[in-house]
Nanobody, 124 residues
């Protein structure tokens, strides 16, 4: 069992920055692939970024590449999403997610465990 608790959402003006945090807990959490998804009403859930505790490459969606950065702090069991140069179209509910298989996240676009979500609103 993995528990994910997000924080850091809020209201920001276009061009501003926010950092989302997700604290992960569970006995085998280090084995999981981690990801950030986002969703807005009427639109399909979108993967924003994916990474692993053990390092290696990090995936960022084309829509956020160069603006968002996913990272981990293993000592704090925390996953971050640094969001810079925010745009109104980044407005969404953002979810931290974890899956034992990278295939689940990267191909199936789903996860084994989800956080509760945090809302990001970018005003123009």
């Amino acid at each position: 069992q993995v528990q994910l608790v997000e924080s850091g959402g809020g209201l920001v003006q276009a061009g501003g920055s926010l950092r989302l945090s997700c604290v992960a807990s569970g006995r085998t959490v280090s084995r999981y692939t981690l990801a950030w998804f986002r969703q807005t009403p009427g639109r399909e859930r979108e993967i924003v970024a994916a990474t692993r505790w053990t390092g290696g490459s990090t995936y960022h969606a084309d829509s956020v590449k160069g603006r968002f950065t996913a990272s981990t702090d293993n000592a704090k069991s925390t996953i971050y999403l640094q969001m810079n140069s925010l745009k109104p179209e980044d407005t969404a509910d953002y979810y931290c997610a974890a899956a034992l298989s990278a295939h689940t996240i990267m191909v199936l676009r789903t996860a084994d465990y989800w956080g509760q979500g945090t809302r990001v609103t970018v005003s123009s």
